[in-house]
């Protein structure tokens, strides 16, 4: 069920796309968008100083609008610029954790849960308290060998020696724009590429 606090965003950006005769409407959509504002809803308030600005230019509470708008800009980079920080620091110190754990066993971990806690002491998670995407894998999943009389024979490696690592965002769906944004890690190296690279198949059972 929908609250009545939930509809004040929609119905005020109804209100604005039609023209109201109510002289009040602006400064009450002002303070909707300064209370957003400090209740942490940023992209909301954002939204509604934008409209505000665009569609009353030339009275006080509009050039307001539009002074705030750029301080609101600004402080959303600075936002953005920090949780892309430490996303990566994160990401970072797990890649290293699992070079780690690489080196002593052999191979990478299934599951991050083993990195704790020997390698990491809680298991990581994004900014957003979300979990990391994390695939380990065989990079070379049929080999070439020689047997006993020197002929050449393929066999099926198991050893996880490769992983991807991702973050998805705050929306925890692929692509996207600012704080959902993906970042992507492979085989201990951020990744620049839009998507991960494909799994070499047939992956063995294990």
Not at 30 to 57: C, F, H, S, V, W
Not at 68 to 84: F, G, I, P, V
Request: hydrophobic letters at 35%; aromatic letters at 8%.
């Amino acid at each position: 069920m929908v609250s009545a606090r939930g509809l004040v965003l929609p119905l005020l950006l109804v209100f604005l796309s039609c023209r109201s005769e109510d002289p009040r409407l602006p400064q009450q959509i002002y303070d909707e968008a300064i209370r957003l504002n400090q209740q942490g809803k940023q992209l909301e308030a954002r939204t509604l100083m934008a409209q505000l600005a665009a569609r009353y230019p030339d009275i006080p509470i509009g050039q307001q609008a539009s002074k705030d708008l750029y301080l609101m800009d600004a402080l959303l980079r600075q936002d953005l610029q920090e949780h892309q920080r430490q996303v990566r620091s994160i990401m970072k110190r797990t890649a290293d954790a699992l070079t780690r754990y690489k080196g002593k066993h052999g191979e990478y971990p299934r599951y991050l849960s083993a990195l704790v806690p020997d390698y990491l002491e809680v298991e990581p998670a994004t900014p957003w308290k979300h979990p990391f995407f994390y695939r380990p894998f065989v990079s070379t999943p049929i080999l070439n060998t020689k047997d006993r009389r020197g002929r050449t024979v393929q066999v099926l490696s198991t050893k996880l020696d490769s992983y991807h690592l991702a973050c998805l965002g705050v929306d925890l769906q692929p692509g996207g724009l600012g704080l959902a944004g993906d970042t992507f890690i492979v085989d201990g190296e951020f990744y620049k590429e839009p998507t991960l690279p494909p799994i070499p198949q047939p992956q063995p059972v294990r």
